[in-house]
């Protein structure tokens, strides 16, 4: 079976620029969410989306935003880049939340740098 | 706000130590409690989770950790670590909104 998978496995960009990071869940999973783990602070959650819809976010600002296609792939957009976004983006999915009491699969990441 | 504390951020030890990596969390009501591990160069993997019952859990690779409610702790152990287990370990609670709530993690070092 396979994974949850994240592309592209790196993002180079410029400060101000859009960036567009890719995921799809493992199959049969429902709910995925986004994360963003930079450098010696844990995982941050960014996004939960479960049936196309978005449940849930973090305390970033509006410009990090996302959406789940009707095949429960997800896209998550970062508008005008700043310095500090450099981070690894991680993309993780599970079964529609409650019933898996929060078990979620993650993918390998998609490393945003921002110069 | 929920939060989980992770006491350490980096550990090392010998290989055949004994290992405890600290977690507390802050929510009250019942939770739900994981630990994971992210491997040199690997995803982020599932350690072992408490739901209910026994409240010592058993893992993978011989991990195992004890939720103490009184203490709002979930601490994870392993009797003799090996080189492999080299590791980042993140603890994570579940909240009301069944979204999961992180630790900061802690980087583990074991010496050969």
């Known amino acids: 079976e396979a994974g949850v998978t994240q592309s592209p496995t790196h993002l180079i960009k410029t400060r101000g620029q859009q960036a567009t990071l890719r995921c799809s869940p493992i199959s049969g999973h429902t709910s995925v969410y986004w994360y963003q783990q930079a450098l010696g602070l844990g995982l941050q959650f960014l996004l939960w989306y479960d049936e196309g819809e978005e449940r849930n976010r973090g305390n970033f600002p509006p410009r990090f935003s996302g959406r789940q296609f009707p095949n429960y792939s997800s896209e998550l957009n970062v508008n005008a880049l700043e310095l500090e976004d450099s981070a690894l983006y991680l993309c993780?999915?599970?079964?529609?939340?409650?019933?898996?009491?929060?078990?979620?699969?993650f993918g390998p990441g998609t490393r945003l740098t921002v110069t | 706000a929920q939060s989980v504390s992770q006491h350490n951020h980096h550990v090392i030890l010998s290989e055949a130590a004994s290992l405890e990596l600290g977690c507390n969390y802050s929510y009250g009501g019942t939770v739900n409690l994981f630990w994971y591990v992210q491997y040199p160069g690997q995803h982020l993997q599932l350690l072992l989770k408490?739901?209910?019952?026994d409240p010592l859990v058993k893992g993978i690779k011989g991990f195992e950790a004890e939720f103490i409610k009184s203490k709002f702790s979930f601490n994870l152990r392993k009797p003799s670590v090996q080189w492999s287990d080299t590791a980042e370990y993140f603890c994570a609670a579940e909240d009301s909104n069944y979204q999961l709530i992180w630790g900061a993690g802690t980087k583990l070092i074991i010496k050969p």
């Open positions: 408490y739901f209910s019952g």
């Open positions: 993780a999915s599970s079964f529609s939340s409650g019933l898996a009491g929060g078990e979620q699969y």
